[in-house]
């Protein structure tokens, strides 16, 4: 490229000559030397400008391409990817805490019928009557002649029912893949597993939805499938849930009781290893809930959680151990317990109008004293007394992980007065489940620290608020192993196992109000080993009544008592707890002096 | 020079291609085995849940118990009970082993010498 000079003297010697400004002739070429540049810049950011918009273009028309493309294929599942971790479509498995199963899936099949497509609906409706013997014969072939072009038959067969379809050879009969929810077991803990049915349904498949107890509770769980194989495991352990079962129905049926259950709990842990509420159903075939009369009288319901009941006596080693834990008496401090008694004008009486004079704190747990345990409520009163109530997690349902729990809302009194606060402290006036007082025996078991009953595998004891001392508790542990030896419940001893507890008998309220004089519920709450408790176990029977020394009787002494005992006997064992020498009282030092 | 260089690109070129197209075909048919392997655990596993199940079921406490009742002339078993502990030194050492025959008399010559 030539450079054209700003001054060429060409030009300017001439315009000199002439006498005209050279600096024009330079402003000239300057102007044109800045236009030529200007050109330049334009070309090439043209250019620049042009590349620019090119690479957008075929960006976006790549993003676009992509987009159409996903847009009119199939979606599929990457594969190379899916490796490793298998995706289980599956409803997750519940298993006990040893990896028994106790609910678990099966392939099915459903049967449906395209009635156009039947080749002859007289004879495929006779057919399957011989199958399916509670199909109505006349109502099928009505189906199939009309005009509906699809009919449900069955939502689930047998490989043999089905085989036996098949060979019936219609095209228009059909099956439809169902996943169906197996409870091996049968009845076992049935009350704990609820159970499961179809949601939506299609023909190719069903969604499986717990309808009751953990199936529900952790139904999300269940069906998420990020949790792969991951089975559920309960605290439940199957072969002393079978045998608790087996052992509460003979006591049922013995002690002439319409119902019964049971809970057996680790004292530290939490975790309920067994729960039994008969009678009881098979979650193959869940009843339907009943529609009237008394729920409670349905298998269904499930009294351990759902029944709150005046549980009677169970409940004033609470009251002891209260007024041990304030320092308010010891377990030896004197205590009145003769009559008369009034509370805001309402007498207070004893079991059988007995009058037990001047007792001992520990006597009256062990003579299940009315009115000794009334006067230590006294002491305490009400502020306190409702507080530690509170503290013990009687006011709210379980935190037990099953649906039904969620029901058992204890019935608590308006206003807590006075009457209240004597009631309360013998176990009347407050109604509570079975759990809620297996949490609280626990409490005074484990010394002293609140525990919450859990359905789930846990790895080891739960360090709850505190609520007991460690004194107060261990000596509420004497007390309840007094009631064994020498009080209410001594048909209660089992060699070996130092069991320690208390009855409680409470009359049954009547729907209208009042009491039935001839309904109780006996409960027998108890911990064993007294000396180092390891478990709960609180056995209530529904309107016992058994006949022993000519005369009718229904105190938990007589019906709860010896069912704890055999089930204890029974369940220790099998609990691998061995039977052990209960260390004997230390010896008494007598204070001598010169 | 810049001849053999055109040549060996352009042979370079097509053993990558080659290359590619093996590859392509060596992953389609990966994937397909994989796919099939895939479809063999599935069937796999749910015969697994079916066989655990069963075995489940057979194992069921009310049939066990069943059995052990149909079978106690043969096994006696009954549930356990408290008194069925015992100590470590409650249980015997194995009887001693017999001392080995170091001198062994040929019997079935014996019995041929009593035949007439």
């Given amino acids: 490229m030539t450079r054209t000079p700003l001054r060429p003297l060409a030009r300017i010697l001439p315009a000199r000559a002439k006498g005209e400004n050279p ?58 990817s899916a490796h490793g971790a298998s995706i289980a479509a599956q409803r997750a498995d519940i298993v006990d805490r040893k990896g028994r199963i106790l609910a678990t899936n099966f392939e099915t099949h459903s049967l449906y019928a395209q009635p156009p497509e039947l080749v002859d609906p007289e004879a495929a409706a006779r057919g399957l009557v011989r199958i399916f013997p509670d199909l109505d014969e006349a109502r099928l072939i009505r189906d199939f002649s009309g005009k509906r072009k699809f009919v449900w038959i069955k939502k689930r067969i047998s490989p043999e029912q089905k085989q036996a379809v098949h060979d019936l050879g219609d095209p228009g009969l059909l099956f439809g893949p169902r996943e169906m929810r197996l409870y091996p077991n049968g009845k076992l803990a049935a009350h704990v597993l609820g159970g499961a049915g179809f949601g939506r349904e299609g023909v190719n498949a069903a969604e499986v939805i717990g309808v009751a107890g953990v ?44 119902g019964a259950s049971s809970i057996l709990m680790d004292v530290h842990s939490g975790e309920v290893v067994s729960v039994v509420s008969l009678p009881d159903f098979d979650p193959n075939d869940r009843p339907r809930p009943p529609v009237s009369g008394d729920p409670s009288d349905s298998p269904l319901f499930n009294r351990a959680v759902q029944g709150v009941y005046e549980l009677g006596s169970t409940f004033k080693i609470f009251t002891a151990a209260q007024a041990i834990d304030l320092g308010l008496v010891s377990a030896e401090t004197i205590v009145d317990t003769s009559g008369p008694m009034k509370v805001s004008g309402y007498p207070i009486g004893e079991f059988h109008n007995k009058n037990y004079g001047k007792l001992s704190v520990a006597d009256v747990i062990v003579h299940s004293s009315n009115r000794g345990t009334g006067r230590l409520a006294l002491e305490i009163g009400p502020e306190r ?89 261990a000596d509420a542990r004497r007390m309840l192993r007094k009631v064994v030896t020498d009080g209410t419940a001594s048909f209660g001893e089992v060699p070996g196992y130092a069991v320690g507890g208390k009855t409680g008998t409470a009359d049954k309220p009547k729907p209208r109000g009042g009491y039935y004089d001839d309904k109780v519920i006996a409960t027998f709450a108890s911990i064993f080993p007294a000396h180092d408790p390891k478990y709960v176990l609180v056995v209530t029977l529904d309107e016992p009544s058994v006949q022993a020394y000519q005369e009718e009787r229904r105190t938990a002494g007589w019906t709860a008592v010896p069912v704890a005992a055999e089930m204890i006997g029974r369940l220790a064992p099998l609990l691998g707890l061995r039977p052990d020498v209960e260390p004997g009282p230390r010896a008494a030092i007598t204070l001598t002096s010169n | 020079m810049r001849g053999i260089a055109y040549v060996l690109t352009a042979l370079a070129v097509f053993g990558l291609a080659f290359w590619a197209y093996r590859e392509n075909y060596a992953t389609q048919q990966v994937l397909k085995e994989t796919r099939a392997l895939q479809q063999q655990i599935g069937a796999a596993q749910l015969r697994m849940g079916v066989l655990r199940a069963e075995w489940a079921y057979l194992n069921r406490p009310d049939r066990l118990s069943e059995l052990a009742g149909l079978n106690f002339d043969r096994l006696g078993l009954l549930p356990l009970r408290p008194d069925q502990f015992g100590l470590i030194d409650e249980v015997s050492y194995p009887p001693e082993p017999l001392l080995p025959i170091t001198n062994p008399v040929d019997v079935s010559t014996m019995a041929e010498g009593e035949q007439p």
């Fill in chain 1, 385 to 473: 007394q409702k507080a530690f109530m509170g503290a013990l997690g009687m006011f709210d349902p379980t935190p037990f992980e099953i649906v039904e729990a969620h029901g058992g809302q204890p019935l608590v009194p308006e206003r807590w007065t006075e009457l209240s606060t004597v009631t309360i402290s013998y176990g009347h006036g407050l109604s509570i489940s079975p759990m809620h007082l297996a949490a609280g025996y626990a409490t005074i078991a484990n010394g002293g620290h609140y525990v919450s009953p859990t359905v789930l595998r846990q790895d080891g004891p739960q360090h709850g608020p505190r609520v007991l001392s460690e004194r107060a508790a």
């Fill in chain 1, 215 to 258: 199936e529900k509770q952790f139904d999300d769980y269940l069906r998420d499938p990020a949790n792969g194989a991951q089975p559920l495991a309960l605290s439940l352990d199957l072969t002393v849930q079978a045998a608790a079962e087996q052992v509460l129905a003979g006591g049922m049926k013995l002690m002439n009781a319409k």
């Fill in chain 1, 23 to 80: 600096a024009v002739i330079e402003r000239e070429n300057i102007r044109q030397r800045h236009a030529e540049m200007q050109d330049r810049a334009r070309v090439r950011a043209e250019g620049r400008l042009l590349v620019l918009g090119l690479f957008f273009f075929c960006a976006f028309l790549v993003v676009g391409g992509r987009m159409a493309v996903m847009a009119t294929s199939e979606p599929q599942e990457p594969v190379a």
